[in-house]
């Protein structure tokens, strides 16, 4: 046996299959994604605390020598034993290794990937249909979502994908709703466009907030930025059924159908949830980055084919 294998052995070290599962769910808990294991890194106690570790066993160190540079490298054994659960995990393709993670996101990260998120939601038990709405980052979704944020703005813009009529795995659709959803949230800070609204589940950090399609999937609208804009439940609802469009220098538009319903109706305690945005001089809440707006494309598609304006 090794000197580091004796040395867990003697210290009654947790199994290092244990361990990989303890990361995983750790994963999920940091939303994704957990620093490099530093001396002192707050994940590196959480997880210690929850194997209850005795102070030796926090302590303990190995000690390396070099004798060409003669001189003695000291490293906790804790450490080396997540180290190791994190790289056999990056192994079986159930997280990303911090050099590949920097790439995306420019800190030295380990983040799941899809498998391992996957991975993770089974330990926890969690139903995966709620997978597309946790804000759980995994690296393939933050590939995407930087892709999708950071393209160039066209000029001539087509808000239709022609490529759908190819058929997408699974798969491939989870991780393009996820990083639809993903960019979009965060272009717009996770509140409506419209009325502001921001608030998430108290223990998971879902936004109520939905990353909304312009030009609708039904309708083979994009999943890209020009196209989505970020709305409370009942501002999408009441975009994807025409009520509610935006004209091309973003202002909100009511559909004049308003004026024959009960003055009741759309009404919430003291708000209109519709009729607010009548007098047609309200402009939605656009993203800092202008790169980032809705295409005016998408926007007069949706006034022509959705839009109700009639009264
Ligand atoms: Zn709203």
Same mark, same amino acid.
């Not at 003695?72 to 450490?79: E, G, P, V």
């Not at 066209?154 to 808000?159: D, G, H, L, N, Q």
């Given at each position: ?251 909100? =538009?009511? %559909?004049?159908? /308003? *004026? !024959? ?6 009404? $919430? =305690?003291? %708000?209109?949830? /519709? *009729? !607010? ?6 402009? $939605? ?27």
């Amino acid at each position: 046996m090794s000197y580091e294998g004796k040395m867990l052995d003697v210290l009654e070290m947790p199994a290092r299959d244990e361990v990989e599962q303890a990361l995983l769910k750790a994963l999920f808990r940091h939303d994704g994604v957990i620093v490099e294991f530093g001396a002192g890194a707050q994940i590196v106690e959480e997880i210690a605390e929850e194997f209850g570790l005795n102070q030796t066993q926090r302590a303990a160190a190995l000690e390396t020598i070099y004798r060409k540079e003669n001189r003695i490298k000291k490293s906790l054994l804790w450490h080396r034993l997540l180290f190791r659960a994190a790289a056999s995990l990056a192994e079986k393709g159930l997280i990303s290794r911090p050099s590949a993670t920097q790439k995306i996101t420019g800190k030295r990260e380990w983040m799941l990937t899809e498998s391992g998120f996957d991975q993770s939601l089974r330990l926890l038990e969690i139903p995966l249909k709620q997978k597309n709405l946790l804000p759980t980052k995994s690296f393939e979704v933050q590939k995407l979502a930087k892709q999708i944020t950071e393209a160039s703005r066209p000029k001539i813009y087509s808000p239709f994908d022609d490529s759908k009529a190819n058929t997408k795995t699974l798969r491939e659709s989870t991780i393009r709703a996820r990083g639809f959803r993903q960019a979009v949230l965060q272009a717009y800070d996770c509140g409506c466009a419209f009325c502001g609204m921001k608030i998430s589940t108290p223990h998971t950090s879902i936004w109520e907030a939905e990353a909304a399609h312009i030009v609708p999937h039904s309708s083979m609208g994009r999943d890209d930025i020009w196209n989505g804009l970020s709305l409370c439940h009942i501002h999408h609802w009441a975009f994807d059924v025409g009520w509610l469009s935006l004209q091309d220098d973003f202002t909100i =538009q009511v %559909s004049p159908k /308003i *004026r !024959s319903l009960p003055p009741l109706f759309g009404k $919430m =305690q003291g %708000s209109d949830c /519709i *009729r !607010s945005y009548s007098a047609g001089n309200v402009r $939605m809440k656009l993203p800092s980055n202008k790169n980032l707006h809705p295409h005016q494309a998408a926007l007069l598609w949706h006034r022509e084919h959705v839009f109700f304006n009639q009264v």
